[in-house]
T-cell receptor
Framework: GESVGLHLPTLSVQEGDNSIINCAYS??????FIWYKQESGKGPQFIID?????DKRQGQRVTVLLNKTVKHLSLQIAATQPGDSAVYFC??????????????FGQGTTLQVKP | SQTIHQWPATLVQPVGSPLSLECTVE??????LYWYRQAAGRGLQLLFY??????ISSEVPQNLSASRPQDRQFILSSKKLLLSDSGFYLC????????????FGPGTRLTVL
């Protein structure tokens, strides 16, 4: 659902470990999902996306998993590095949003990587 | 390739003063454009979006307005700033039509004193 007004949860991991960031999305008819990374003082950056006809998609050191049954999305980061420290947002594109392209953003998760 | 610019990067304004933030996109035509506000430690709040020149949709009632005078230019304005207008303002674009990623600009940090 909407992320306005919510404090961000934090995930703390050791450098070199794998990270898993979770997101519960709100609309069962959403057909497209995106993960963003936002470093302090910068705009969100696109990481990876997945369409609703897929369960898994891999990128460089990142994997997104989609479980439509429970409306759950996760981002896995392999061998987490200090440069991965940031806030991570999931976003969904509700089916039928038409030409507006509006996204529904998750509340965000702060990832802290300990050296 | 496409790029998105925002300026200024930071701005400190007194309460009651006007505001104009600008966003421009290069390398694409007829994009969908979006203005978001992000309070410190919070998520993203959609303020306005535009699917074409002169077409503006407002998501929340507020002290702000938006305009799109040119295809790749999106402006956020206020006649009189309030303390509550402080925040990080982000512009985003995406290719019009169908599901697709929004790409964000670098943001403007606005502090109203």
């Amino acid at each position: 659902g909407e992320s306005v007004g919510l404090h961000l949860p934090t995930l703390s991991v050791q450098e070199g470990d794998n990270s898993i960031i979770n997101c519960a999305y709100s609309n069962s008819a959403s057909d497209y999902f995106i993960w963003y990374k936002q470093e302090s003082g910068k705009g969100p950056q696109f990481i990876i996306d997945i369409r609703s006809n897929m369960d898994k998609r891999q990128g460089q050191r990142v994997t997104v998993l989609l479980n439509k049954t429970v409306k759950h999305l996760s981002l896995q980061i392999a061998a987490t590095q200090p440069g991965d420290s940031a806030v991570y947002f999931c976003a969904e594109n509700p089916y039928g949003s038409g030409n507006t392209g509006k996204l529904i953003f998750g509340q965000g998760t702060t990832l802290q990587v300990k050296p | 390739s496409q790029t998105i610019h925002q300026w200024p990067a930071t701005l400190v304004q007194p309460v009651g003063s006007p505001l104009s933030l600008e966003c421009t996109v290069e390398g694409t035509s007829n994009p969908n454009l979006y203005w978001y506000r992000q309070a410190a430690g919070r998520g993203l709040q959609l303020l306005f979006y535009s699917v074409g020149i002169g077409q503006i949709s407002s998501e929340v009632p507020q002290n702000l307005s938006a305009s799109r005078p040119q295809d790749r230019q999106f402006i956020l304005s206020s006649k009189k700033l309030l303390l509550s207008d402080s925040g990080f303002y982000l512009c985003a674009w995406r290719v019009a039509g169908g599901p697709g990623t929004q790409y964000f600009g670098p943001g403007t940090r606005l502090t109203v004193l």
